[in-house]
């Protein structure tokens, strides 16, 4: 098996063509890290979630890493880092038009909500929709590559 670095060209083909992450955030030096959906435009994710841990630590310390990976089988695989900045965009005021612009681009995927929207256990009605839009402006992205030596 052969590894190499992969350009920033080939790190957005990664990330364009998926659409689930996992996100690592941090608080207190204690790291988290979970699946996550996302959508990709211009140089920021868009993300949505109900309000929980990772918004929690995310209010905390807005610095997170994102990593996206395609598989082609054991030995070829491509896997980008994504390293970035937590920006909540709430429905109203100044982030109203990235709001709705999150939206429109998480609604193009097949149940785009419910990775984010249901939480495990028991489901009883909510009184109030809380449910969080989110944006990581991306400041760095890396990428690696496996390629079997023998293609």
């Not at 920021?44 to 990976?69: D, H």
Request: proline content about 6%.
């Amino acid at each position: 098996m052969l590894i190499k670095e992969i350009s920033r060209e080939e790190c957005n083909q990664v990330v364009r063509a998926g659409h689930v992450a996992r996100l690592a955030c941090c608080k207190e030096g204690r790291p988290y890290i979970v699946p996550i959906t996302y959508a990709f435009a211009g140089n920021c994710l868009y993300f949505f979630s109900m309000p929980g841990r990772k918004i929690e630590w995310m209010r905390a310390n807005p610095n997170v890493c994102l990593q996206v990976e395609e598989f082609f089988g054991d030995r070829h695989w491509k896997s980008v880092l994504v390293f970035g900045r937590y920006q909540e965009l709430p429905p109203e005021g100044q982030w109203h038009r990235e709001h709705m612009h999150a939206w429109t681009l998480l609604e193009r995927r097949p149940n785009w909500w419910e990775p984010g929207g249901l939480k495990p256990g028991r489901r009883e009605l909510a009184t109030c929709s809380s449910h969080v839009f989110f944006s990581v402006d991306i400041e760095e992205m890396t990428g690696r590559a496996a390629y079997d030596a023998e293609a």
